[in-house]
Nanobody, 116 residues
Framework: QVQLVESGGGLVQAGGSLRLSCAASGSIFSINAMGWYRRAPGKQRELVARITFGVSTKYVDSVKGRFTISRDGAKNTVYLQMNSLKPEDTDVYYC??????????WGQGTQVTVSS
């Protein structure tokens, strides 16, 4: 019911920046939080950054100070500003929408590649 459209991925040199966007549409009841995940060792998706619609944020330690998550509640959109990118940031990034008991949805993924 909920569609997530991601954009902003691409190829960038180490030290560069990218800005990811994820817009949610469809049968949205109430969004509790939106976030970004990437593949982690052990095949599990790792939380990169998450923001509640009360505007509290959470980041994985490896991106603190470099990435900033933000959202526009009126547009049901979440952004991830990624600065000082490192090769180890290379991954597929997935947008997530958390509606609590009413559902949890995933985007298709957008590729981020950081070259040295």
């Amino acid at each position: 019911q909920v569609q997530l459209v991601e954009s902003g991925g691409g190829l960038v040199q180490a030290g560069g920046s990218l800005r990811l966007s994820c817009a949610a549409s469809g049968s949205i009841f109430s969004i509790n939080a939106m976030g970004w995940y990437r593949r982690a060792p052990g095949k599990q998706r790792e939380l990169v950054a998450r923001i509640t619609f009360g505007v509290s944020t959470k980041y994985v330690d490896s991106v603190k100070g470099r990435f900033t998550i933000s959202r526009d509640g009126a547009k049901n959109t979440v952004y991830l500003q990624m600065n000082s990118l490192k090769p180890e940031d290379t991954d597929v990034y997935y947008c997530n929408v958390d509606q609590g008991g009413r559902g949890n949805y995933w985007g298709q993924g957008t590729q981020v590649t950081v070259s040295s």
